[in-house]
């Protein structure tokens, strides 16, 4: 008797950020393969960040990621004013979170617009969206554009901001600069609620995971910094104890290193996380927007994560807006440090999910060790299980259709295989 | 190669995006340009462009093409071969197309070092030494400067092409646009170190906009003189160790830069 054997495998991911490829293989009913490869070339980042210079590392880490450096920028000075024991005034602080919600928006409106919507609607592209759907498509763009305006003028330009340094900013905006964006990030705020309820009417496929979620630990909704790192099971440890309760493991099937919790557990980082352990420090419009879906907590669907982006642009909109009315202008726009035998560590919630950074830095001025952990490392186990998990209901779908539904599962969890690379071997050659 | 005569002159031009090492940033400041990207989008035929569509026709003919990263393994090398011989005009976009980007400082190290810092089984790790740029391997038609590239450069390529003339992205320093933009000079009032004298202009000046000194993500200008500049940084205290880590950093390995760190460091 013949076995009923399905394989389902896209060999580059499309709209996504770098290069990847999945295998699923369904054998009788059961789950033979579920693997994610990454297949990009590795960079080497940990590697050439040695001997750098202590405030050369802002400006290095952003060229990780073309579309979260202000993520790599962030988790970085976290991570170096820890070692340093600098303290950014709290002008300087609120700069950085308005800085990093330009970034959510910028990279949630990509993501949900450019991205993830050509698979709830049946197109191959928001280019080819567009034709049926412009309005919707221009609002993302206009969100977008929103996001990065106001990361070009906090950091210079929007790819690989220039002002972040250690210690604050080099430069400062004036209020009047910061007063001339309300009008945009007004509307965007408006767009945004407009979004959720759109991004809610899409119909999702029905599919629920169990997920252990893992986000920063804060007083507000987490973004910039945060006390520590929570997770769903009620514990919360120091950034600087990461490494007791999660590792990278080194799987033969992928290329890629995967971050687990210690015990083998996959996690989820990101969006869905993030609500799932904060819901109740949104910002009250976007609270509200959220109870206006009528979805319960905490989200266990993945292909829902895109309602949870919008959610997310709403609080980024609102909470830059009161940044920006509450901006007295933040000078010096830097406090001063001195280099130091030091280890330090700092975790921020890059749009995907948690980023984690550990440097050792010695009193001459360079950099002794880097680590990084991006959050797409830490989903990637996530993934898979996700994708074993649909396997045997996809047997009653079309071929085409089953490997769609694939992609746009993977594609939910917005995976930026640029940021993982630079840990990644290359394709050991199987398959 | 089995592929058709490009279509140039008849229906849209076809364009195609590639990408070797990099981080994304200089393909996404096409999606970047949020207000032209529809009426662009309309303007050419989109026949490759993965971070955009699921649509992918990798084999082309391509009318243009757009290349981004550096060449940093075999199957690249392979790839950037391939492409250049699908399209009549190859445009290499970005600090790793034109210069090898932040990873070609491999290139100056020990590559055994670097996999094995970063990899726990480095065996299977098959990376070339060197992170090259484009023109190390293929002609290049053009390129697009910039640790990212200029939003503002790349819809003047993009017209250009369209209109068939030659794309107008002056080869000056970065000094001109600082100039022209009423700053007071970071170096010569604040004794900040900063490239702008030897590097290609195109960013608008921000770094010294924002306080602080260049630091060559555009890699050099036309016929710079980056031993005079070493030397005023000399002057002003930076020993030779600091300058050589000025100039090799995301365009290290651009040859007048990569000249003048080996002169200066190891």
């Known amino acids: ?431 | 190669m089995t592929a058709s005569e490009p279509e140039s002159g008849r229906g849209r031009p076809r364009l195609g995006v590639f990408k070797l090492a990099s981080c994304d940033g200089c393909q996404l400041t096409l999606l970047d340009c949020e207000d032209e990207l529809l009426a662009l989008a309309g303007a050419v035929e989109i026949v490759h462009f993965p971070e955009v569509s699921s649509r992918l026709a990798a084999e082309g003919p391509f009318d243009l093409v757009l290349l981004e990263g550096s060449v940093s393994t075999e199957e690249q090398r392979e790839l950037v071969h391939a492409v250049r011989a699908r399209t009549p005009r190859l445009v290499a976009i970005g600090a790793c197309a034109t210069a090898g980007g932040i990873q070609a400082l491999r290139n100056f190290a020990d590559h055994e070092e670097y996999v094995r810092a970063v990899y726990a089984r480095p065996e299977y790790v098959s990376t070339l030494a060197a992170a090259t740029p484009a023109s190390e391997h293929v002609r290049v038609d053009f390129e697009l400067r910039g640790c990212p590239i200029d939003r503002g450069q790349l819809l003047e390529l993009l017209v250009a092409t369209l209109l068939g003339r030659k794309p107008q992205v002056p080869d000056e320093s970065v000094c001109m646009e600082c100039k022209r933009r009423g700053q007071v000079c970071v170096m010569v009032a604040r004794g900040e170190p900063c490239l702008g004298p030897v590097t290609h202009a195109g960013c608008g000046a921000i770094c010294p906009a924002y306080a602080r000194g260049c630091y060559g993500c555009f890699g050099p200008k036309e016929s710079p003189n980056p031993s005079a500049l070493s030397a005023r940084l000399s002057r002003d205290g930076a020993s030779d160790d600091e300058i050589a880590r000025r100039f090799r950093v995301f365009t290290g390995w651009a040859g007048p830069f990569r000249e003048e760190s080996l002169r200066r460091g190891r």
Request: hydrophobic share 45%.
């Open chain 1, 1 to 431: 008797m013949d076995a009923d054997e399905r394989t389902y495998r896209v060999d580059l991911m499309t709209r996504v950020e770098g290069e990847g490829r999945f295998l699923l293989r369904v054998r009788d009913g059961v789950v033979e393969r579920a693997e994610l490869s990454i297949f990009e070339a590795p960079r080497f980042f940990e590697a050439l960040l040695r001997g750098r210079s202590i405030d050369e590392v802002p400006d290095i880490v952003a060229r990780i990621c073309g579309i979260c450096p202000v993520a790599y920028q962030m988790s970085a000075v976290r991570a170096l004013e820890a070692a340093l024991g600098v303290q950014p005034t709290p002008e300087i602080r609120r700069l950085r979170r308005l800085l990093y919600c330009g970034e959510w928006i910028e990279s949630h409106a990509l993501h949900v617009f450019l991205l993830h919507a050509p698979d709830f609607l049946g197109y191959e592209s928001a280019v080819e969206m567009a034709a049926d759907h412009r309005p919707v498509v221009e609002m993302g763009l206009r969100m977008k554009r929103a996001g990065n305006a106001l990361i070009e003028l906090l950091g210079g330009r929007a790819i690989h901001p220039i002002s972040v340094r250690v210690g604050g900013f080099s430069r400062a905006p004036a209020r009047s600069a910061l007063a001339a964006h309300r009008d945009a990030l007004a509307r965007g705020l408006e767009d945004a609620l407009a979004a959720v309820a759109w991004a809610a009417g899409l119909e999702a496929p029905d599919f629920e995971q169990d997920y252990v979620f893992v986000a920063l630990d804060a007083d507000v909704y987490p973004l910039e910094e945060g006390r520590g790192i929570r997770i769903s099971d009620g514990t919360t440890l120091p950034e600087a104890d990461f490494e007791t309760r999660f590792g990278e493991v080194q799987v033969p099937h992928s290329n890629a290193l995967q971050c687990r919790m210690l015990d083998g557990r996959a996690y989820l980082t990101g969006p869905i996380a993030r609500l799932a352990l904060h819901a109740e420090r949104l910002h009250p419009r976007a609270r509200e927007a959220w109870e206006g879906t009528g979805m319960s907590l905490p989200v266990r669907n993945p292909y829902l994560s895109m309602v949870v982006r919008c959610v997310e642009l709403v609080h980024a909109f609102a909470e830059a807006l009161d940044l920006l009315d509450g901006y007295r202008g933040a000078e010096p726009s830097a406090v001063p440090w001195e280099a130091a035998d030091a280890v330090g560590y700092g975790a921020t919630e890059a749009p995907r999910g948690l980023l984690w950074h550990r440097y050792a830095v010695r009193a001459d001025g360079t950099v002794a060790e880097a680590k990084i952990v991006p959050p797409t490392s830490q989903n990637q186990a996530r993934i898979e299980e996700d994708l074993a998990s649909i396997g045997p209901e996809l047997a009653a779908m079309e071929h085409g259709a089953a490997t769609r539904r694939c992609e746009q599962l993977v594609r939910a969890y917005d995976p930026c295989i640029s940021c993982a690379t630079h840990f990644l071997e290359l394709d050991l050659g199987r398959e």
